[in-house]
């Protein structure tokens, strides 16, 4: 495994290159409170690009910042300025990083070719409207995950309208059929949602990624 | 409901140096507290010994905005104490920005400050957090003053669905590909009145020796020439999953005396928020005022009035 730094704004991300290839990266979103794993997954084996995956901020051997400040735009930034390095991606995300890859994937559609969504922490997020709220400062902690990641982006809003919103922008503009495919089997509202809408599949990670391996620049 | 008259707009009067500005009267205490490995600073005007007020600015602005403001409240005997809000003003700029965060460096500054309870006076963004921080934590507000920032359904115009995403997309293409670059992003430098004249363009209603007073406080001058204070990787706008119109649904649940100012004329910072929109959502016993012929900054527009009124609704210390 080999890692680059990336810069985005004042955080410096670890983007890993688990297994090198030639043609289209895949890149792998970890969930909430994990990091990239050192290996790539078994259902990449036959992914002919190059297997990559990115640890978000306050996660992994990427920055962890002062004082919070989580969203998941920001997240969605962070795995910007990843595709940005690598041109064009296949994206499988877990949890909170499958909420993420549907985010990008609907952001830039001509760079992302394809999303899979899986379980994994953070997957349901929030409420999905305004609720009874705490706030609580929160020790800082020298050791990622980052406990500020932690407790914001598990209670991050997640209106499922707003999701559904990134479905129809990444088939909008992709070109692609169904350019998400969910492989999760716990539906939260936001991706009972994406379920719902059009361009999206249901299948297993192994079966989306045989798939996108054919879809075109 | 009560709609103020129309005012005579205020004139600056004489020759002045640059960024002079009459009525503008510097914190008479700054400095900064630790929150969390962030420095957040500090502005205080008034008597140390007098009984804490909060002022929270909006996005895009900083404290010294409050500089003819704050000192009318000082003069009636209260310890007036603002902050700049992570990225503004002479507070560090962070990595991260977010809305939660904002209201946690609010109760870090109430927390130096006092235990007990404090008018919360906030203007635009600023009114809006304070509506939140009330709802949540009470028990750190005696009253609460909303200067323009209570938000309504955002403006959009009347499209069809596929080209509200296509709007949707561009704004968000746009702020990522802000973010690809804001590593290492500075505000561009200019003389004080190139700077006014920029930060006209989003305070159009405000005169050009404010603006020019404003860049001598919330600008820095180095060699280039003077250069906007606020963290150049903050933008204008943005998007995410709160809808503005959300935050008024905490308002009829506050129990702290509660004073809306709405300004009636719209502006490109403001939320064109109109009394009709709240009709149903103020708190028990709480007032809306409008300010007929006045802009989102209301207390700068006209600070002799929006400071009797709060001063009015305070009651005396």
């Not at chain 1, 795995?79 to 549907?102: E, I, K």
């Not at chain 2, 140096?17 to 205490?29: I, K």
Request: net charge negative.
């Amino acid at each position: 495994m080999t890692t680059k730094s990336l810069r985005h704004n004042k955080i410096d991300l670890a983007l890993h290159t688990l297994r090198q290839g030639s043609g289209r990266a895949l890149l792998l979103l970890h969930g909430l409170g994990e990091a990239s794993p050192t290996e790539p997954p078994t259902w990449a084996a036959n992914w002919p690009g190059s297997v990559v995956a990115l640890d978000f901020t306050g996660h992994g051997r990427s920055t962890i910042p002062p004082g919070g400040g989580y969203t998941a735009e920001i997240l969605l930034a962070d795995a910007d300025v990843a595709l940005a390095q690598l041109g064009a991606a296949t994206l499988v995300g877990r949890g909170l990083g499958a909420y993420v890859a549907l985010m990008l994937a609907g952001a830039r559609p001509q760079q992302v070719r394809g999303a899979v969504l899986c379980d994994g922490p953070g997957l349901a997020g929030g409420a999905i409207g305004p609720t009874s709220q705490s706030f609580v400062t929160l020790a800082p902690s020298p050791h990622p995950p980052d406990p500020y990641a932690l407790f914001e982006m598990s209670r991050d809003l997640r209106p499922p309208d707003y999701a559904t919103l990134f479905v129809r922008m990444a088939v909008e503009s992709s070109g692609l059929d169904e350019p998400i495919a969910v492989a999760a089997v716990v539906r939260p509202p936001w991706l009972a949602a994406v379920v719902d809408e059009l361009g999206v599949t249901t299948c297993s990670v192994a079966d989306a990624l045989a798939v996108y391996m054919q879809a075109t620049a | 409901m009560r709609v103020r008259p129309r005012l005579p707009r205020r004139r600056t009067l004489g020759a002045m140096l640059p960024g002079e500005y009459p009525g503008a009267v510097a914190p008479l205490r700054q400095y900064q507290i630790d929150v969390g490995g962030l420095g957040i600073a500090l502005h205080e005007w008034g008597d140390e010994a007098g009984q804490p007020l909060f002022l929270v600015h909006g996005g895009f602005d900083f404290s010294r905005t409050y500089e003819v403001f704050a000192p009318k409240l000082a003069a009636a005997g209260w310890r007036v104490v603002a902050w700049d809000q992570r990225g503004h003003g002479d507070s560090d700029h962070a990595p991260l920005y977010g809305w939660d965060a904002d209201i946690r460096d609010a109760m870090a500054v109430m927390d130096v400050v006092t235990q007990r309870p404090a008018p919360v006076i906030g203007h635009s963004k600023g009114g809006s957090l304070m509506i939140q921080l009330a709802d949540a934590q009470p028990y750190r507000f005696s009253h609460l003053v909303n200067l323009d920032g209570l938000p309504s359904k955002r403006r959009v115009p009347d499209v069809a669905e596929h080209e509200r995403t296509r709007m949707v997309a561009g704004e968000i293409s746009g702020w990522l590909d802000h973010r690809r670059r804001s590593a290492g992003l500075t505000r561009y430098p200019g003389t004080i009145e190139e700077l006014a004249r920029r930060r006209g363009r989003m305070n159009p209603r405000l005169s050009f020796e404010w603006l020019c007073h404003l860049v001598t406080v919330g600008a820095r001058e180095g060699p280039e020439g003077w250069r906007w204070k606020i963290d150049a990787s903050m933008r204008f706008g943005g998007f995410g999953p709160w809808r503005p119109e959300w935050t008024v649904t905490r308002l009829p649940g506050l129990g702290m005396p509660f004073l809306g100012v709405l300004a009636s004329e719209l502006e490109e910072m403001g939320w064109g928020t109109l009394p009709q929109h709240l009709d149903s959502f103020l708190p028990e016993g709480g007032r809306l005022e409008l300010l007929d012929g006045v802009g989102h900054f209301v207390h700068i527009e006209q600070p002799d009035l929006v400071a009797s009124m709060v001063l009015d609704f305070l009651g005396s210390v």
